[in-house]
Nanobody, 117 residues
Framework: VQLVESGGGLVQPGSSLRLSCATS????????MGWFRQAPGKERELVSL???????YYADSAKGRFTISRDNDKDTAYLQMNSLKVEDTAVYYC????????????WGQGTQVTVSS
């Protein structure tokens, strides 16, 4: 099983980025997908979730600015991030969780997002 994030980069405040999480080796449609982030010196935090049926959850820090989505035909999850702030700077990870589990089964290697003027 592989989860590969892409789309990170260095952007200015107010900019947008679209992160992708391409998966392989799992039945993507059967998994809840999540995006997490970890800033330097801080604990990893949940950003957003998308269930198998497309229901979504956003952390307060992401509400109104980020949009999570999934394409079950492409086995890929996305995180559209708009109006980026300096405090969004972190390594962003995607993760997959199978039904009935409380812990995530698989994690990607992360992609760096840096928001700086």
């Amino acid at each position: 099983v592989q989860l590969v994030e892409s789309g990170g980069g260095l952007v200015q405040p107010g900019s947008s980025l679209r992160l992708s999480c391409a998966t392989s080796g799992l039945t993507f449609s059967a998994y809840l997908m999540g995006w997490f982030r970890q800033a330097p010196g801080k604990e990893r935090e949940l950003v957003s979730l998308i269930g198998r049926s497309g229901n979504t959850y956003y952390a307060d820090s992401a509400k109104g600015r980020f949009t999570i989505s999934r394409d079950n035909d492409k086995d890929t999850a996305y995180l559209q991030m708009n109006s980026l702030k300096v405090e969004d700077t972190a390594v962003y990870y995607c993760a997959a969780r199978s039904s009935g589990k409380t812990e995530f089964d698989y994690w990607g290697q992360g992609t760096q997002v840096t928001v700086s003027s």
